[in-house]
C-alpha cells in the first residue's frame, strides 16, 4: 500500500465550477499535510497546508483534513484555466514529507 | 525571497560517465533532499541529509551517492550514469524542528543520458 494515494486523473472541470481533489494517507501519526501545485516543467510550489481537522480556507483553495479517516482534500473554487496542473498531496512522516503521485487537473473554457 | 538552486537546468550525458548535480539553498536549512520525478511514479526520494556530512537512504538510492560538505550544498552523484537515469531531478530543502515547517523546491534538472 503507498503511503500516500492520490488518483492520477485527468480530472476535467469546467472553468467557473469547484475541483475536488482527494488524497488518503496510511501513517496515523501524521501530523502535516501539504497541497503542492506543480506545472508542467516546473517545480512544485506550496498552495496550502493544514494539521487541524476540519476545513482551512485561503481565497479560491479550501484544504479540508479528517484525521479518523486519513483523508484530505482540496477544492478550488471558480476554476480558472490557470488552474490546470498536477496537485500532489503531501503529508509530514517522521521529519520527512511524502509525497503523492499526484492528480492532473485540465480546467476547459 | 527564499531559494534553492540547482547547478544546470539541461544536461546531456553519456552512458558510463560522471555526473554531479549540484543544490545550493540560501536559508540556512538542515535538511535536504534529492528527488527523481517521472511520468506516472511521481516523485521519488534519493536520498536526504539532516545535517553536514550526514546522509540517509531514501527509496532509490541504487546508482547514486550524495556528499553534504556544506549546510547550504547537497551534491547528487551518479558514479556510471546508465539511460535510465534518464529524468528530472529535484533538489529540496526544508527547516527542521516542526513539522509544519515547507519544503522547498529548486527549479530542476533534466537529465538525459544516451
Known amino acids: 500500500q503507498k503511503e500516500v494515494e492520490q488518483n492520477s486523473g485527468p480530472l476535467s472541470v469546467p472553468e467557473g465550477a469547484i475541483a475536488s481533489l482527494n488524497c488518503t494517507y496510511s501513517d496515523r501519526g501524521s501530523q502535516s499535510f501539504f497541497w503542492y501545485r506543480q506545472y508542467s516543467g516546473k517545480s512544485p510550489e506550496l498552495i496550502m497546508f493544514i494539521y487541524s481537522n476540519g476545513d482551512k480556507e485561503d481565497g479560491r483553495f479550501t484544504a479540508q483534513l479528517n484525521k479518523a479517516s486519513q483523508y484530505v482534500s482540496l477544492l478550488i473554487r471558480d476554476s480558472q484555466p490557470s488552474d490546470s496542473a498536477t496537485y500532489l498531496c503531501?503529508?509530514?512522516?517522521?521529519?520527512?514529507?511524502?509525497f503523492g503521485s499526484g492528480t492532473r487537473l485540465s480546467i476547459r473554457p | 525571497d527564499v531559494k534553492v538552486t540547482q547547478s544546470s537546468r539541461y544536461l546531456v550525458k553519456r552512458t558510463g560517465e560522471k555526473v554531479f548535480l549540484e543544490c545550493v539553498q540560501d536559508m540556512d536549512h538542515e535538511n535536504m533532499f534529492w528527488y527523481r520525478q517521472d511520468p506516472g511514479l511521481g516523485l521519488r526520494l534519493i536520498y536526504f541529509?539532516?545535517?553536514?556530512?550526514?546522509?540517509e537512504k531514501g527509496d532509490i538510492p541504487e546508482g547514486y551517492s550524495v556528499s553534504r560538505e556544506k549546510k547550504e550544498r547537497f551534491s547528487l552523484i551518479l558514479e556510471s550514469a546508465s539511460t535510465n537515469q534518464t529524468s528530472m531531478y529535484l533538489c529540496a530543502s526544508r527547516s527542521s524542528g516542526s513539522s509544519y515547517n515547507e519544503q522547498f523546491f529548486g527549479p530542476g534538472t533534466r537529465l538525459t543520458v544516451l
Open positions: 541529509s539532516y545535517d553536514v556530512k550526514m546522509k
Open positions: 503531501a503529508v509530514d512522516s517522521a521529519s520527512k514529507i511524502i
